[in-house]
C-alpha cells in the first residue's frame, strides 16, 4: 500500500532544519520566561523603600497578600469571577445555539460578526464605553452602576461573552440534530429537550467555558480599574497599585505571582478535562 | 418567537456600549446629555490635535509595525517547522508557542518591567516591541499553521518533478499558496497590537506610551467625549479593516467556521 504523500514529504524533511525554524519564536519565548521568572524571584525578595533594588530571600510579600485588607481584594475577585462565568454562561447560551443552528449563512455571519466585533474594538474603547453607558448621563439608573461591584460585573460579563459564545458554539455545533429531533417526536416539550438533551450534550463546552472565563476574569484588569473607579479592586488592580504607584515590586510581584498560578493551574485542568473528553 | 427576542436582546447588550460611543461623540457639550441638542465635532478636532494622542499615534504605529514585522517571519518560520518537520515532541512546542496567550497581562506586564529595570532597558522602545512580539506571536502561528494544513502537497511536489530546487519551490510554489493565511496572521498582528494595553502600561512612559494607554491616562483624569470622538474613529478604522479583510480573504475561512448544509 503506498503511503500517503504528506507523509513521505515529512519524512524526507531534516529535522535540524525545522529547528533552526523554530529557533527565533523559541527564543522570543524565552525572553517571556526571563520576565516570569524575574517575577517570581522578586516575588520572594524584601522590598526596600525608595529603591528598585530588592534586599535578601523573604516570605514577607505572601504574607502581605493574606493581610486583612488585600485578603478581602482577593475575596472580592473570586466572588465576581464566580458570578461573571455564572452570568456569561446563562447570556452566551442563546446566543451560541442560534451561531450553531440557525440554517442560513446570512444569519451566522452576522451574529459571528455581532460576537467578533467586541474582539477587534479593544479593551479601553469597550471599558469607557460602558463608563458612558453606567454612568447616569444616558439614562437614570434606578441603582448606583458605575464605580461599584455590579457595574465592574456588568462590564466583565460583557467582556468575556465572545469567548463563550465561541467556545459553546463549537460544542453545540458537534451535537446531532437528530437527538433533539428524536427526543421532541417522543413527546419532549422544548424546554425539557433542551434541559435533558441539549444542555448534557454541551457539557464539555460548558465546563471548559467557564474555567476559561473564571481564569481570564481571576486577571482582569482595565474592566475594575475603570468601572471600578478606585472603589473595586480586583488583584491586577492591586498589582498595578503596588507596581507602578507604590513601587514596590517584590509586593506587586506576590499578587502577580498569584494571579499567575491560580490562571495557569485553571487551564491546566480545563486541559485535562478536555483532554479526557477527546479520549 | 420567545427565544429569538432573547437572542436580540443579548445581542442589543453586546452592541450597546458601541453606539453609546458613537451618539456621545457628537455631543455638542462637556456634560453628556440624551438626546443630545445638537451635533458637532469639535471632539474629534480636540482628538485629533491633543499632543499626547498624536504622540502615542506615532508610537503606535513604530511599535505595531516593528512587532508585526518581526513576528510575521518569526511565526511564519514556527508554524512551517510545526507543520512540516518532524520534531520530537510537536505537541509540547505547539503549547509553548500559544502560552502567551494564557499568561495574566499584569504578570506578564510586572516580570517585563523589573526584566527591563535588571537590563538598564527602562523606557526604551525594545522592551515595548519585545513584548508585543511575543503577545503577537500566538496568533500569526495559528493563522499560518491553519494555512500550511490546508496547502495540498501534490503542488509542491509537482513543482519539484518539473526540476525546481527546494528554494524555489518555497519562494514560487509554497509562499504564495500561504498568501491568505500570512495575511491573516498580519491582520491579527496588527490589530491585537495596535489593542495591546496592561502589557504596555507597565512597560512604557509617558513619552514611549501607545494609543490605549494614552486613551487610559485620559479617561482616568478628564471626563469630556474626546475619548468618545477617538473611540469612534478606532471603531471606524477596525470596522474597515475587517470589512476589507473580510472582503479579500473571506474571513470565515480563516476563523475556520464550518457551514453545515
Known amino acids: ?279 | 418567537m420567545t427565544s429569538r427576542l432573547l437572542v436580540l436582546v443579548l445581542l442589543g447588550y453586546m452592541t450597546l456600549p458601541t453606539v453609546v460611543v458613537i451618539v456621545a461623540s457628537f455631543n455638542p457639550t462637556a456634560i453628556l446629555s440624551f438626546p443630545p441638542d445638537g451635533l458637532s465635532l469639535r471632539w474629534y478636532e480636540n482628538a485629533l490635535t491633543y499632543p499626547q494622542f498624536r504622540r502615542a499615534a506615532v508610537n503606535s504605529l513604530l511599535v505595531t509595525a516593528a512587532s508585526a514585522g518581526l513576528a510575521l517571519p518569526i511565526g511564519t518560520a514556527a508554524a512551517l517547522a510545526l507543520a512540516r518537520y518532524p520534531l520530537r515532541l510537536p505537541a509540547m512546542w505547539n503549547t509553548m508557542l500559544l502560552s502567551p496567550l494564557v499568561i495574566p497581562g499584569v504578570a506578564a506586564g510586572l516580570g517585563f518591567l523589573i526584566l527591563a529595570a535588571a537590563l538598564g532597558l527602562l523606557a526604551n522602545r525594545i522592551v515595548l516591541v519585545a513584548a508585543h512580539v511575543v503577545l503577537v506571536l500566538p496568533f500569526v502561528v495559528r493563522s499560518v499553521m491553519v494555512s500550511v494544513a490546508n496547502l495540498d502537497p501534490m503542488l509542491e511536489r509537482a513543482a519539484a518533478s518539473l526540476g525546481a530546487r527546494p528554494r524555489r519551490v518555497f519562494w514560487r510554489v509554497t509562499l504564495p499558496l500561504l498568501r491568505p493565511g500570512l495575511f491573516a496572521a498580519l491582520l491579527f498582528a496588527v490589530i491585537v497590537s495596535v489593542n495591546e494595553f496592561v502589557v504596555s502600561l507597565f512597560v512604557s512612559t509617558r513619552v514611549t506610551e501607545i494609543l490605549p494607554v494614552a486613551m487610559f491616562t485620559y479617561v482616568v483624569n478628564y471626563t469630556d467625549p474626546t475619548m468618545a470622538a477617538l473611540s469612534t474613529l478606532f471603531i471606524a478604522a477596525t470596522f474597515v479593516v475587517v470589512f476589507l479583510a473580510d472582503r479579500f480573504l473571506r474571513l470565515s475561512r480563516v476563523f475556520q467556521i464550518e457551514e453545515r448544509e
Request: aromatic letters at 10%; glycine letters at 6%.
Open chain 1, 1 to 279: 500500500m503506498p503511503e500517503a504523500p504528506a507523509r513521505e514529504s515529512v519524512a524526507r524533511r531534516s529535522p535540524a532544519l525545522g529547528y533552526a525554524l523554530l529557533a527565533p519564536a523559541l527564543a522570543m519565548l524565552a525572553v517571556l520566561a526571563l520576565a516570569l521568572g524575574a517575577l517570581l524571584q522578586f516575588s520572594v525578595r524584601e522590598f526596600i523603600p525608595g529603591s528598585i533594588r530588592t534586599g535578601g530571600l523573604t516570605a514577607d510579600n505572601f504574607r502581605g497578600v493574606l493581610a486583612s485588607h488585600y485578603l478581602r481584594y482577593i475575596w472580592d475577585t473570586i466572588v465576581l469571577s464566580a458570578l461573571t462565568t455564572v452570568f456569561t454562561l446563562a447570556a452566551s447560551y442563546p446566543i451560541a445555539y442560534a451561531l450553531a443552528r440557525t440554517p442560513s449563512a446570512r444569519a451566522r455571519s452576522l451574529l459571528l460578526i455581532l460576537t467578533l466585533a467586541p474582539f477587534f474594538t479593544g479593551a479601553i474603547v469597550r471599558t469607557y464605553a460602558w463608563m458612558l453607558v453606567l454612568g447616569n448621563s444616558f439614562v437614570q439608573w434606578p441603582v448606583k452602576l458605575l464605580f461599584e461591584p455590579r457595574g465592574v460585573l456588568i462590564g466583565l460579563v460583557h467582556f468575556s461573552m465572545p469567548t463563550m459564545i465561541l467556545i459553546l458554539a463549537a460544542a453545540i455545533s458537534h451535537i446531532d440534530p437528530r437527538y433533539e429531533r428524536a427526543a421532541a417526536s417522543l413527546g419532549a416539550r422544548p424546554w425539557r429537550v433542551f434541559w435533558r438533551v441539549t444542555l448534557p450534550l454541551s457539557a464539555p463546552g460548558v465546563v471548559s467555558g467557564s474555567l476559561v472565563v473564571f481564569a481570564w476574569t481571576f486577571s482582569a484588569f482595565p474592566t475594575p480599574e475603570l468601572l471600578g473607579g478606585g472603589r473595586v479592586k480586583m488583584i491586577a488592580n492591586v498589582v498595578k497599585d503596588l507596581a507602578l504607584d507604590a513601587f514596590n515590586w517584590p509586593g506587586s510581584a506576590a499578587f502577580a505571582a498569584l494571579a499567575l498560578l491560580v490562571t495557569l493551574a485553571l487551564l491546566v485542568v480545563t486541559g485535562r478535562i478536555l483532554g479526557r473528553h477527546a479520549a
